[in-house]
């Protein structure tokens, strides 16, 4: 089975980027996954799900111990054969999405 997981940690800080955003970005860039992407508004991994759980096990501890008040995460399940077929598209779609945030238009930084 694989796994997609999308996560937020907070409190925000428009200035500088918290420690426990930079512990949540170094424990998914370091764990054993078959893609990792890293924004400013949120994140996004995939991979084996051992490997996912894993890394949502340790991101959890860790980013909290950091400082973090808030961990938002969503955990989709995907098709083996859809996997590399999603990573394109949403590539496309988050760049839609993230033109749109910067116009003040819809997207997940216009909501």
């Known amino acids: 089975m694989r796994l997609r997981v999308e ?3 907070e409190p925000f800080d428009l200035d500088e980027v918290p420690p426990h955003a930079v512990a949540a970005r170094e424990i998914v860039q ?3 996954l078959d893609s990792v992407d890293v924004g400013p508004f ?3 991994a995939e991979g084996r799900a051992e490997s996912v759980l894993a890394t949502i096990d ?3 501890r860790t980013s909290l111990a950091a400082g973090a008040t808030r961990v938002s995460l969503q ?7 859809d996997a590399e077929t999603n990573t394109d598209a949403e590539a ?8 749109a945030a910067a116009r003040g238009g819809p997207g997940e930084g216009g909501r």
Not at 92 to 99: E, G, I, Q
């Open 42 to 44: 949120g994140n996004t």
């Open 30 to 32: 370091g764990a054993a």
């Open 58 to 60: 340790e991101l959890l």
């Open 75 to 81: 955990v989709n399940v995907i098709a083996e054969a």
């Open 7 to 9: 996560f937020t940690t």
């Open 92 to 99: 496309d779609t988050d760049t839609d999405a993230d033109a």
